[in-house]
């Protein structure tokens, strides 16, 4: 019995041998020319006796008479006079909004003080070493929001709000020693 290794060759041998059977003969058959419309343009002929007994033609008056005046009329309504608006008048100044703080005790506010100038000097210490090296985008991003609360704790410390500063400043600092890990 033949495998079917052996039937699949036996098949292709056939199916090639009915491509080359069927692709002609191994002389090339010239072609046939091509088959083109032809038109003979003939121009009509007129006898001389009919061409020299024609009259000219008659003198056509081109006169156009004049348009009369259209009158000019609106397509649109009139548009209505609006009066313009009066000028603002100058706004009273507005009252500085007080800041709710919790009351500080003196010890307090020192404790804050200084844990706040400390967390601000750790934090532009971690970004100074960072400066010089190139960061990839997460640390840029990084960096930024350092600068961010840096800035936002130096405000707070001018308003004089030191509980908010050293939120600020402990973010700061926290965020530049992930910073400073990650280089």
Do not use: Y
Not at 85 to 110: D, F, G, L, Q, S
Not at 120 to 146: P, T, Y
Request: proline share 9%; net charge negative.
């Amino acid at each position: 019995m033949k495998t079917q290794r052996e039937a699949t060759k036996i098949w292709l041998a056939a199916v090639s041998v009915c491509l080359v059977w069927s692709a002609g003969c191994e002389e090339r058959k010239p072609q046939a020319k091509p088959v083109v419309n032809f038109i003979a343009v003939v121009h009509p002929v007129m006898p001389r006796e009919t061409a020299a007994g024609l009259e000219a033609p008659p003198d056509l008056s081109t006169e156009v008479p004049e348009q009369p005046e259209l009158a000019l009329s609106r397509m649109q309504p009139a548009k209505p006079h609006v009066t313009p608006a009066p000028a603002p008048e100058p706004a009273a100044e507005k009252p500085v909004e007080p800041t709710i703080a919790p009351e500080v005790t003196t010890e307090e506010m020192i404790a804050a003080k200084t844990e706040t100038q400390h967390d601000l000097d750790v934090a532009e210490h971690n970004l100074g070493m960072a400066q010089g090296k190139s960061l990839n985008a997460m640390q840029q991003d990084l960096a930024s929001k350092i600068r961010g609360f840096a800035d936002n704790a130096r405000e707070a410390m001018r308003a004089g709000d030191w509980t908010k500063a050293r939120n600020f400043s402990k973010k700061a600092e926290v965020l530049s020693e992930q910073l400073v890990e990650g280089l």
